[in-house]
């Protein structure tokens, strides 16, 4: 089954579907409303995402754990997730972006 990439105005999502059709459903199911703005089909079955390329390997407390509590509390909500990381951490805003945003895509 390939991979798909699917963009919404708020979200990037990374799934397994069987076509297009298929890959817009999880938006729908997710995120019910929201429009896709890309809808991309990945070239390999696999998706990277490289922290070093984030800047979240220098730090003394493990980002992704700290994220992932920050988007459990928010219930999913990017922009309070972000305010919480940035409150637990100290981080200016666009490293919480970067952490949040990077946690988002693999599936908190």
């Known amino acids: 089954m390939p991979l798909y990439e699917i963009e919404?105005?708020?979200?990037?999502?990374?799934s397994w579907a069987a076509d297009e059709?298929?890959?817009?459903?999880?938006?729908?199911?997710?995120?019910?409303?929201?429009?896709?703005?890309?809808?991309?089909?990945?070239p390999?079955?696999?998706?990277?995402?490289?922290k070093s390329a984030l800047g979240l390997t220098d730090s003394r407390i493990d980002p992704c754990n700290?994220?992932?509590?920050?988007?459990?509390k928010a219930a999913g909500d990017k922009l309070h997730a972000i305010r919480l990381y940035m409150h637990?951490?100290?981080?200016?805003?666009?490293?919480?972006?970067k952490v949040i945003e990077s946690n988002m895509v693999m599936g908190w």
């Open 66 to 72: 700290t994220a992932r509590e920050c988007l459990a």
């Open 44 to 50: 390999r079955d696999s998706w990277v995402i490289s």
């Open 8 to 14: 919404t105005v708020a979200h990037i999502i990374i």
């Open 88 to 97: 637990e951490t100290g981080d200016d805003l666009e490293r919480a972006r």
């Open 21 to 42: 059709q298929a890959a817009a459903a999880v938006v729908e199911d997710a995120y019910p409303g929201e429009r896709v703005v890309r809808l991309t089909r990945r």
